[in-house]
């Protein structure tokens, strides 16, 4: 693809630059803060040396004054009410998705979200191309047949799986960025680029491009909704689709229409076992991106509504 040239950068609005950076250090703090905590709650027990060397907790009374029994290890360990709502929406989009995704007709309401999980499906098979030393010739996008990397060279032991875990992996951070306002704000940004990406690389019907622009007027218009509340709950929407876009998928292939030429297949012929096995083991994955991001959202923004539209008035306010 030849590069775009001449477009110029947009000046950005006074006082972006302190916020963004500062927005920037505290979703890297949160992020520190996650890992603590899902390495927390993953532990059997924290350890604590007593007289006849065997491990307990400290006493409830005591337990604040003990240097690695602080109140953000014990926070991480139940949700609030903010967070309760944000689980059941993410159960909804599910349930939703999975309806939606084998409706023939009404599955077109999901056109410009499947184009954006297909991009990011090919964008994880290119990414570990070049990675591996290979070149990316072109990426083609399709909601009716899927999309197609080409590539020169690489490593296909890891091109194959990376574009269902690739879309995975993305979906997951989405879904974390999902717990928050302010996170929610920059996920959309990278979003919108995104969008308009598959606009190059898709196939450019009329339909195709009216459901992608609308899909982009949401994330500008869900901006200005609830101080961007509705934003985050789309933003929610797309992680979770994206994380479970490799479920449906090798469903699809594998079970329903039986495609000998889908990823699992291929790499089930060039490394041996089914295509079936490898199939469930990518979805375990995926599983896995998404249940951690969700603990790992859990741990990071335990802030109420009321505590994230302060936070999202120093950042972009809408």
């Known amino acids: 693809m030849a590069p775009m040239n001449g477009v110029a950068a947009a000046d950005a609005p006074p006082g972006f630059a302190p916020a963004a950076v500062q927005l920037a250090r505290d979703l890297l703090s949160k992020s520190a803060l996650a890992a603590l905590a899902i390495a927390a709650i993953t532990s059997e027990a924290a350890a604590f040396p007593t007289a006849e060397g065997t491990a307990s907790q400290p006493p409830a009374d005591e337990a604040h004054q003990h240097p690695h029994y602080n109140a953000h290890t014990r926070r991480d360990l139940t949700t609030n009410h903010t967070q309760r709502v944000t689980l059941a929406v993410i159960a909804a989009y599910i349930v939703a998705i999975a309806i939606l995704w084998n409706i023939p007709v009404v599955s077109y309401v999901l056109w410009p979200f499947k184009m954006l999980v297909i991009a990011f499906h090919e964008f994880g098979h290119a990414f570990a191309a070049v990675c591996t030393g290979g070149k990316v010739v072109g990426i083609t996008l399709d909601p009716r047949e899927g999309g197609e990397t080409r590539m020169i060279g690489g490593r296909n032991a890891i091109t194959l799986p990376a574009g269902y875990l690739g879309s995975s992996l993305i979906g997951a951070l989405l879904i974390f960025c999902g717990f928050h306002v302010n996170a929610s704000k920059v996920a959309s940004m990278v979003l919108g680029v995104c969008f308009l990406l598959t606009l190059w690389w898709g196939k ?25 509340h509705a934003l985050r709950f789309l933003i929610l929407f797309i992680g979770v689709m994206s994380s479970l876009y490799s479920a449906w998928d090798i469903c699809d292939d594998l079970i329903i229409r039986k495609v000998h030429s889908s990823d699992a ?41 009321e505590e994230q539209d302060r936070d999202s008035l120093h950042f972009l306010p809408t």
Do not use: E, N
Not at 214 to 225: D, P, Q, S, Y
Not at 278 to 300: D, N, R
């Open 265 to 305: 297949s291929v790499f089930a012929r060039r490394y041996g076992g089914s295509s079936a096995c490898w199939g469930v083991i990518w979805i375990i994955i995926s599983l896995c991106f998404m249940a951690a991001a969700i603990v790992a959202g859990i741990a990071a923004f335990p802030q109420s509504f």
């Open 204 to 228: 450019r019907d009329w339909l195709t491009i009216v459901t992608i622009l609308l899909a982009v007027g949401l994330l500008v218009g869900f901006w200005f909704i609830a101080h961007a």
